[in-house]
C-alpha cells in the first residue's frame, strides 16, 4: 500500500483509505465493542466510550496491554509507518448513535501528532474548522469558520498529520442524516459515488481512534519490603 495513493486535496495532511477493513472485520470490532463490560464504558452527555492502551495524562499514560481484537488493527495502522517509527499504543472507541457528534476541538499535545481513525457501522461527516482564540468553536458559528468536510464511510481509514493534526479544529454535526453537496474534500477516493444533493441516513457509528502516547509509564506496586 502507497499511502500517497490516498492523499486529499485538502490542508495538510490527509490521507483517506476506503474499505481499509473488511465487512467480517467490521461485525468482528462491533461485536467486540458491543461485548465490552459496563465498568469499561464512559458516559459523556452525547455519547460513550472506552479507552484502551490506558488513560492518557500530562504524567504518563499508565501503560495497558491491548486486547489481541485490538492488536488486529493497531498492527495494521503500525504497518504504515505513521508514528515516527513507533507502533500504535492507544485506542480511543467512541459510539455515535444518530443524532450524536462532537463538538470541533484539538486532541491536545499528550498525543504523537498523527491521529488515525476507523469507521464502522455508519458513514460520518467529519469537519474541520478555522484556528481561534478557544480550542473550542460553538457549533452556531461553526459553519462560517468551516475550511474543509470529509466523507467517512463505513471500514474506511482516515490520518490526519501536520496542520490538520495541530493547527485546525475537527468536529461532527449532531444530526440524523448528511447532505453530500460535492464539496467534501475525498469524495473522488470514496468507495462510494455519491450524487450532489444525496442524502445519507446515519446509524449507529463504532470508530476506533488509533494513536501513539509518547509518555507512558508502568504500574508498580511493592507488596511489603
Not at 91 to 102: A, C, K, M, W
Amino acid at each position: 500500500m502507497h499511502l500517497e495513493d490516498y492523499l486529499v486535496k485538502a490542508p495538510p495532511t490527509v490521507y483517506y483509505i476506503p474499505d481499509f477493513i473488511t465487512l467480517d472485520e467490521e461485525k468482528r470490532i462491533i461485536e467486540h465493542v458491543n461485548s465490552a463490560p459496563k465498568p469499561k464504558w464512559t458516559q459523556l452527555s452525547h455519547r460513550r466510550l472506552q479507552n484502551w492502551g490506558g488513560i492518557p495524562h500530562p504524567k504518563g499514560m499508565i501503560a495497558e496491554k491491548l486486547p489481541e481484537w485490538l492488536l488486529v488493527f493497531t498492527d495494521k495502522i503500525g504497518k504504515l509507518g505513521l508514528f515516527g517509527g513507533k507502533q500504535p499504543n492507544h485506542v480511543l472507541v467512541n459510539e455515535y448513535l444518530p443524532g450524536q457528534g462532537i463538538m470541533p476541538h484539538l486532541d491536545g499535545p499528550l498525543f504523537y501528532p498523527t491521529v488515525t481513525t476507523i469507521s464502522c457501522g455508519s458513514h460520518a461527516v467529519l469537519n474541520f474548522y478555522v484556528p481561534c482564540q478557544s480550542d473550542r468553536v460553538d457549533m452556531q458559528s461553526a459553519d462560517d469558520l468551516r475550511v474543509a468536510s470529509l466523507l467517512l464511510e463505513r471500514r474506511s481509514l482516515v490520518v490526519l498529520e501536520d496542520d490538520m493534526y495541530v493547527g485546525y479544529l475537527h468536529g461532527i454535526a449532531e444530526v440524523e442524516n448528511d447532505i453530500v453537496n460535492g464539496s467534501e474534500a475525498n469524495l473522488e477516493l470514496c468507495s462510494g459515488r455519491y450524487a450532489s444533493g444525496a442524502e445519507l441516513q446515519r446509524t449507529a457509528r463504532i470508530s476506533l481512534t488509533v494513536r501513539h502516547v509518547p509518555r507512558t509509564t508502568k504500574l508498580c506496586i511493592q507488596v511489603g519490603r
